[in-house]
Nanobody, 124 residues
Framework: VQLQASGGGLVQAGGSLRLSCAASVRAFSDYALGWFRQAPGKGREFVSGINNKNGDSTYYTDSVKGRFTISSDNAKKTVYLQMNSLKPEDTAVYYC?????????????????WGQGTLVTVSS
């Protein structure tokens, strides 16, 4: 399984970005996918997840609810994270992750496969 994340960049506070994560898997619909982020000097933080095996259930950390939207396109085997109303505290490297067996989408150790990360910088 390979994951290729893209879409990061520099944006002003209040702006938007859309991250993409393309997965090279045979049965994309069998996977749960998550977005995590890591800011400088901080640990890895769950941002959002979607479980294709569980009726496309979606999950968000409280700080991004109402601002970020996760979605997946099974035909393109790609998961997206639409980020609106960005804040400087959203600045981090964002990683996508995937696994076919996930008991809790918010726990990073549940995922075996990780993308390379894409940097999001939000200026004030």
């Amino acid at each position: 399984v390979q994951l290729q994340a893209s879409g990061g960049g520099l944006v002003q506070a209040g702006g938007s970005l859309r991250l993409s994560c393309a997965a090279s898997v045979r049965a994309f619909s069998d996977y749960a996918l998550g977005w995590f982020r890591q800011a400088p000097g901080k640990g890895r933080e769950f941002v959002s997840g979607i479980n294709n095996k569980n009726g496309d259930s979606t999950y968000y950390t409280d700080s991004v609810k109402g601002r970020f939207t996760i979605s997946s396109d099974n035909a393109k085997k790609t998961v997206y994270l639409q980020m609106n109303s960005l804040k400087p505290e959203d600045t981090a490297v964002y990683y996508c992750a995937a696994d076919s067996v996930v008991r809790c989408e918010m726990l990073y150790w549940e995922y075996d496969y990780w993308g390379q990360g894409t940097l999001v910088t939000v200026s004030s």
